[in-house]
């Protein structure tokens, strides 16, 4: 029961020790991030805020240009009509065979959604081909032609535009007198397919400015926000927002600037009031936005009573906690402890009954395991004595069997020979040193001449199976015979050629076996002028390389040879293949030309 209570207590006194100095260190820290931070900084952060919701609405009017000028793009796409434009000598012939064209493209190539309420076509001469205008009352009329009366329609902007070297697509904006009310203005080029150059046209499309006011209403940091459109060089269109005289005249005198100047005065500030622009440089349109100093200052004294609220709910929400995690920690720790004094007083068979799956319940079902497993091991050891003693047995027994078998053939060998059974004899010799060669894997490296030496033996066992069947031909460069290989690494490749190549031809079979060195490399080529195969498909599969086949251990095949090369030497390294059905093969091996000596240092196997 003491153990209980002293346990309970110091686990208590340690939370409510950690719960306190948390709460403190927040305080101090959110005291030390007040008196540090200054208000220039958090300023700035609002300033931030306001550059990044003018960017946003920058983006989604820049989507809202870039349909319109799809929509307009489009009249690539009709040959008729752009020939039309390169080849008619007047405008009045455009006019008599087009004069519905512009009807025509607005309805197939633009949406209610774009606001779209004029389309223009004209020709290099600034000649009206065809109009298409979407109302036409006196309340709400637009101009058959835009260059009739130039001042009201901003014309004069365009005509600018269309006779510059400007390729980008022009935004202006004019105030229509019937409607009271800004337009936006699309002004694209059209020019000769055949020759970029040469421009034979233009469209101009006029646009409801309401669109641009919904996607800016949304970014509008408050009714006190004044934002507008304006090209450089161009009047402003799609206001937003009410303002005092002060403000109007602030707007009245950037807005000036930036017509006759084409950009916004570096030196203007106010101390009532803060300036924000943003350029669009593909469209050549800018964002301007006018928001009092109150606004933004007001972000300083909402963070602070925002930090005071936070530290206070934290501070309540750690004393909530202190009360609960108590409660949940300490009695079944308390629990444990007793369990485990009962144990060590003898009770070996108590385990610890804590069923909620959490930390302490993860650390009774790791004690109750640590038990049990105490006590299988005790069982258990006898077991394992034995296994080790069989792992011995068996180890040794692995040692006898290789050399049973060699002494087993040796001995075959020497009866035969008495007997003068001489083949018999040869027969039982070369199987004797290929199982023993293959079976000594202390090295994984040999020479090309042990190799070629194996292979030899090989060749004269498959020999007496396929009574001589087979020619072999061998061209070995003598300098490279002490050069270093992986065992069994040519006598696959001869399996190969013999199982694949060799085995379904009739008639003659020959097999020409040649190592060569040439710089750095050692190249070893076996050839057959068997079947044949598709020699593309198995350089895919090995270049595949997949090393599944050396981990598994189930093949002996080119895919293994050439897996086991490239994880000797290297990507470069392996085996590559000539070959075409009906036309034998070619197979080509591949290492570094280092010997014996290079690998194993001076002492050989």
């Not at 027969?427 to 994984?444: E, G, V, W």
Request: with cysteine.
């Amino acid at each position: 029961m003491i153990g209980k209570i002293s346990v309970r207590g110091s686990m208590r006194n340690k939370i409510l020790l950690i719960c306190i100095l948390c709460t403190l260190i927040a305080l101090v820290l959110q005291t030390i991030l007040l008196l540090n931070v200054s208000s220039n900084m958090v300023y700035e952060q609002a300033r931030d805020m306001a550059y990044n919701s003018l960017d946003n609405m920058q983006n989604e009017v820049r989507s809202y240009i870039r349909q319109m000028e799809t929509n307009m793009v489009n009249i690539y796409n009709d040959k008729s009509f752009l020939n039309a434009l390169r080849e008619y000598e007047t405008a009045q012939e455009l006019r008599e065979d087009y004069y519905r064209y512009a009807r025509d493209y607005a309805e197939k190539h633009f949406t209610a959604n774009d606001g779209m309420m004029a389309l223009y076509f004209y020709n290099s001469s600034h000649e009206i081909v065809s109009v298409y205008r979407k109302t036409s009352t006196p309340m709400r009329n637009f101009a058959a032609d835009i260059y009739l009366d130039e001042d009201t329609y901003n014309a004069g902007r365009v005509r600018d535009y269309v006779e510059s070297d400007e390729n980008r697509m022009l935004i202006s904006s004019y105030r229509n007198p019937s409607r009271q009310g800004d337009m936006v203005r699309f002004v694209l080029k059209i020019y000769d397919i055949s020759n970029i150059k040469n421009m034979i046209g233009y469209i101009v499309c006029d646009a409801d400015v309401t669109t641009m006011l919904k996607i800016m209403k949304k970014y509008q940091a408050g009714d006190n926000t004044f934002v507008w459109m304006q090209p450089a060089g161009d009047r402003p269109f799609a206001m937003l927002g009410q303002s005092d005289g002060k403000f109007i005249d602030f707007y009245t005198q950037i807005m000036v600037n930036i017509k006759e100047t084409g950009k916004a005065a570096a030196d203007m500030a106010d101390s009532e009031k803060v300036f924000f622009h943003l350029s669009q440089t593909k469209y050549d349109l800018d964002a301007y936005a006018i928001l009092p100093q109150s606004v933004l200052k007001a972000s300083q004294k909402m963070l602070a009573r925002t930090i005071l609220m936070s530290v206070t709910a934290l501070s309540f929400l750690m004393i909530i906690l202190y009360t609960y995690i108590t409660k949940s920690l300490t009695k079944p720790l308390a629990e444990l402890m007793d369990t485990i004094g009962r144990i060590r007083g003898g009770e070996t068979q108590l385990r610890v009954n804590y069923q909620v799956q959490d930390e302490i319940g993860k650390l009774g079902e790791e004690f109750n395991y640590m038990l049990d497993s105490i006590e299988s091991l005790i069982g258990q050891q006898y077991q394992y004595q034995l296994l080790v003693n069989k792992a011995q047995y068996q180890a040794l027994q692995a040692q006898i069997n290789p050399h049973f078998l060699y002494n087993t053939l040796d001995t075959m060998s020497s009866i035969a020979s008495i007997q003068n059974c001489d083949l018999v004899s040869e027969l039982c010799q070369s199987l004797s040193n290929i199982f023993r060669y293959s079976l000594d894997m202390k090295y994984p490296y040999t020479t090309v001449a042990r190799e070629i030496s194996h292979l030899k033996n090989y060749i004269f066992v498959m020999n007496v199976r396929m009574r001589q069947e087979i020619r072999y031909h061998f061209d070995i460069d003598e300098n490279v015979l002490l050069y270093s290989i992986p065992k069994i690494s040519v006598q696959p490749l001869v399996e190969n050629a013999i199982n694949h190549g060799l085995k379904n031809k009739r008639g003659e079979k020959n097999i020409d076996i040649k190592i060569w060195q040439a710089e750095e490399k050692l190249y070893i080529m076996v050839k057959d002028d068997g079947v044949g195969m598709d020699g593309k498909e198995q350089n895919r599969r090995l270049r595949e390389n997949d090393t599944n086949l050396i981990v598994e251990g189930n093949s002996i095949g080119l895919s293994n040879i050439n897996a086991r090369l490239k994880m000797i030497y290297g990507e470069e390294y392996g085996l590559t293949i000539k070959s075409e059905p009906g036309q034998g093969s070619e197979v080509y091996l591949v290492v570094a030309a280092k010997k014996e000596e290079e690998l194993y240092g001076k002492e050989t196997v």
